[in-house]
């Protein structure tokens, strides 16, 4: 059974950093590309970055570009989303995900396989 388990998720103040992680089991997790997603209350789901297997490639959303980065440790199982400069509007649910391209950084959320509970993240103004 694949399971993918968010953690690192808070309380901040705007200006602050955060850095959540996510611990995959289940699956061979260095043959996976891995992204993050956020949905914020009342809205889809939406991109924020992704990692291809090797952690060679990135992509990420214009909105975060500069603030967050994605990594990964494929000897932990893990991936980790850093936050940065954090504003009120990335305030959200954040959601990592598995997507079975290995090669893939792809924005859309129908290419990944499997997805986490997802942890909150609140910026405060």
């Known amino acids: 059974q694949v399971q993918l388990v968010e953690s690192g998720g808070g309380l901040v103040q705007a200006g602050d950093s955060l850095r959540l992680s996510c611990t995959a089991s289940g699956l061979l997790f260095s043959t996976y590309a891995m992204g993050w997603f956020r949905q914020a209350p009342g809205k889809d789901r939406v991109f924020a970055a992704a990692?291809?297997?090797?952690?060679?490639?990135?992509s990420y959303a214009e909105s975060v570009k500069g603030r967050f980065t994605i990594s990964r440790d494929n000897a932990k199982n893990t991936v980790y989303l850093q936050m940065n400069s954090l504003k009120p509007e990335d305030t959200a649910v954040y959601y990592c995900?598995?997507?079975?391209?290995?090669?893939?950084?792809?924005?859309?959320?129908?290419?990944?396989?499997?997805w986490g509970q997802g942890t909150q993240v609140t910026v405060s103004s």
């Open positions: 995900a598995a997507n079975p391209n290995r090669y893939s950084t792809n924005s859309y959320p129908n290419y990944y396989s499997y």
């Open positions: 990692i291809n297997s090797g952690g060679t490639s990135t």
